[in-house]
């Protein structure tokens, strides 16, 4: 899967950079994204080679900018060949939870693990990552408001193509959401954007010789369509991120 992402998107001439969960933390993949010359951040899973080490009282954690306390290291795990560098965040436990005895160093946090071979800072890495909730949310919405979860065509490559019409509306959707959406109306989904924009309440009026469909002049939202568009290149849409 990793090489054939790859294969489509080379000759765009960007830099990848796979952002995955920790269902993907594995030597195997972080080989075949390294031997492709692309960069990752994946989230790491709680080993207890990890744990030992961030929690021994000589690791430093620095709070950044936006009050992440963050430390880092180099480290290979015991099946590995080769030493990789790990980002680790931790957050302060709930005061009931910490409440309880503990005779161990480092019990008070909840330790979350990141694995990366960009050049972020250890909070950019961990800010980067957490963007993929964001991600999460547009695969929901596609999956059950744009129905592609439900390809039923018996021809794989019918069903690629319908896959990829169905992303390119629900991308254009996305535009119009970005370009002419209010505040309020920016974090609503495509069904409730369907409801509000796209159904409109209309009369059929039958004659001896025609059939005539009566819309109201004063339908609601109007505004929305009289803005004038405005085309923008975000940032973010100059460096492909693929998160999986």
Not at 40 to 45: D, E, L, P, S, T
Not at 54 to 76: A, H, K, N, Q, Y
Not at 194 to 206: E, M, N, Q, T, V
């Amino acid at each position: 899967m990793i090489k054939e992402i790859v294969a489509q998107l080379k000759d765009e001439g960007l830099e990848i950079t796979f952002r995955m969960d920790s269902g993907y933390f594995d030597d195997a993949i972080l080989e075949t994204i390294e031997s492709l010359g692309r960069r990752y951040v994946i989230k790491g899973k709680g080993d207890p080679t990890l744990v030992a080490q961030v929690t021994d009282p000589s690791i430093t954690f620095i709070t950044g900018e936006s009050g992440r306390e963050t430390t880092e290291l180099v480290t290979s795990l015991n099946t590995w060949e080769k030493g990789r560098r790990f980002v680790v965040s931790r957050v302060l436990k709930d005061e009931k939870d910490r409440a309880q005895i503990s005779f161990l160093e480092g019990e008070a946090y909840d330790y979350f693990f990141f694995i990366t071979n960009t050049e972020q800072s250890s909070e950019e890495v961990v800010e980067f990552y957490e963007k993929r909730g964001n991600c999460e949310n547009y695969i929901k919405e596609a999956k059950y408001d744009m129905a592609v979860g439900h390809l039923l065509l018996q021809s794989f490559w019918a069903n690629e193509a319908i896959f990829q019409l169905m992303m390119l509306a629900y991308n254009l959707f996305l535009l119009f959401k970005m370009d002419f959406a209010g505040e309020t109306e920016y974090r609503q989904q495509i069904k409730t954007f369907r409801l509000k924009y796209i159904f409109l309440a209309g009369k059929i009026i039958r004659t001896a010789r025609s059939v005539v469909m009566k819309l109201s002049e004063k339908y609601p939202y109007q505004e929305i369509y009289e803005k004038k568009p405005v085309l923008e290149i975000s940032p973010f849409m100059s460096q492909p991120v693929v998160s999986i």
